[in-house]
Structures are given as structure tokens and as C-alpha cells.
């Protein structure tokens, strides 16, 4: 069963950064087709560590990268929203520096014992728990804000484009 998740998991990384690829190579000047871009090796790069977590003996570690690669992945998502589907950034400069800056500082979080504490061992189980620390609020509402956010801009857009 671990070869079948194995191939599954590669076929669908692959499948990811070739579709990434397919659309930056397309037009590279792109705003929109960046991010995408971007998204795509995020998410390849979250699926992989999410893998990794669950098969590893330094689980805290890799449990921690994925919530690092979640906030990227969520960021990206949100900036993607904004822009779709133009060729240049909406956001005003100092706007995307302040979500880049919040974003990294959650990262940073994300990968410290204020996030996750430590793994708590269950008895008749492989896989552990996550022992949570207070900074797993922080990560949880910026992930809910990019993630509603977008949504909210994308469906925003759908319905002004559905009156033209």
C-alpha cells in the first residue's frame, strides 16, 4: 500500500509542476500565470513534506513544514485571487509587502514550539498527535483569512463578470 501512495503521490507532484509549467510558459510576463505558478510548486512541495510527516521519525519536524508551506500555499492563493485574471499585480506595494511580511512571521511561527509543542504518542497507532501551542491561533486565522479572502475576491469577480 506505501508503493501505490508513493506513485500516487509523484504522478500527482509531477502532474502539478508540468500544469504549472504549461501555464508560466505560456506568457512568463504574466502576473496571474506566476502565481499559478507558484501555487502549483507550493502545493507539490506542502503534498510532499505532508508525506514525509507521516512516514518519518522527526514527524514534529516535518508536521511544522507543513503548516510553513500551508500559509505560503494560502498567501499565494490570496495574491492569485487579487490578480486573476489580469496581467499585472492589483495590489498596491506596500499592501503586499505588509501580507508578505505577516506571512513570513507566521512561517517563522509555524516552525517554533509555539505552534506545535511537541508529538504525543498514541497507544495502537503509528501515527502521533500534535501537542498545539498558542501560535496555532495566528496560524489558523491568517490561514482563514487568505482562504475566505480569496474565495470572497473570486466569487466577487464571478458575479460582476456575470452581469456584463
Same mark, same amino acid.
Request: proline share 2%.
Given at each position: ?20 509549467? @504549461? =501555464? ?6 504574466? *502576473?496571474?500565470?506566476r502565481? %499559478? !505558478?507558484? #501555487? ?5 512541495a ?13 514527524a514534529?519536524?516535518y508536521?511544522? @513544514? =507543513?503548516?510553513c508551506?500551508?500559509?505560503?500555499? *494560502?498567501?499565494?492563493?490570496? %495574491? !492569485?485571487? #487579487?490578480?486573476?485574471?489580469?496581467k ?33 504518542t ?24 487568505y ?18
Amino acid at each position: 500500500m506505501t508503493k501505490v501512495v508513493l506513485i500516487i503521490l509523484l504522478v500527482s507532484l509531477l502532474a502539478n509542476i508540468l500544469l504549472g509549467l @504549461l =501555464v508560466i510558459a505560456r506568457d512568463s510576463t504574466s *502576473a496571474t500565470n506566476r502565481l %499559478f !505558478f507558484l #501555487l502549483m510548486a507550493t502545493m507539490s512541495a506542502w503534498s510532499f513534506v505532508n508525506y514525509l510527516s507521516f512516514r518519518n521519525t522527526d514527524a514534529l519536524f516535518y508536521a511544522r @513544514l =507543513v503548516l510553513c508551506f500551508a500559509v505560503a500555499f *494560502a498567501c499565494l492563493f490570496f %495574491f !492569485f485571487a #487579487l490578480t486573476f485574471p489580469s496581467k499585472k499585480s492589483t495590489l498596491s506595494r506596500r499592501s503586499f509587502f505588509l501580507f508578505i511580511g505577516w506571512s513570513l512571521v507566521v512561517m517563522a511561527l509555524t516552525l517554533t514550539p509555539f505552534t506545535f509543542r511537541h508529538i504525543q504518542t498514541i497507544s495502537n497507532s503509528s501515527v502521533g498527535r500534535p501537542v498545539v501551542g498558542p501560535a496555532i491561533v495566528l496560524f489558523g486565522l491568517t490561514v482563514v483569512f487568505y482562504d475566505i479572502g480569496g474565495l470572497f475576491i473570486l466569487a466577487r469577480k464571478k458575479l460582476l463578470l456575470s452581469r456584463i
